[in-house]
């Protein structure tokens, strides 16, 4: 898990040299594909909460936005990690 983390790091890091919209968009799809990965390995409620913070922020991008089948998918995608976390929260 510490590796996938590094790595997206390393990425994020190289890109966060004043980066472009579509950098931006790219960069939340990488953390969300680093915690998508977490969460299969070690399944953890904290892991959804960060999956359906990235959720939000990618569905709010206006990128994202402009394409509406990758903003449908990414719609999808929250209603079952928020469906997810409270599924988690009733035990």
């Not at 994020?12 to 960069?27: C, D, G």
């Not at 953890?44 to 569905?59: E, F, P, S």
């Amino acid at each position: 898990m510490t590796a996938l983390f590094m790595a997206a790091s390393q990425t994020t890091a190289q890109s966060l040299t004043k980066p472009s919209q579509q950098n931006r968009l790219s960069i939340m799809e990488q953390w969300l594909q680093v915690l998508l990965l977490s969460y299969q390995t070690a399944p953890q409620t904290q892991i959804i909460k960060y999956i359906n913070y990235y959720l939000t922020r990618i569905i709010a991008h206006e990128e994202c936005q402009a394409c509406r089948q990758k903003h449908c998918q990414y719609l999808r995608m929250q209603k079952y990690w928020q469906w997810r976390l409270s599924a988690d929260a009733t035990g």
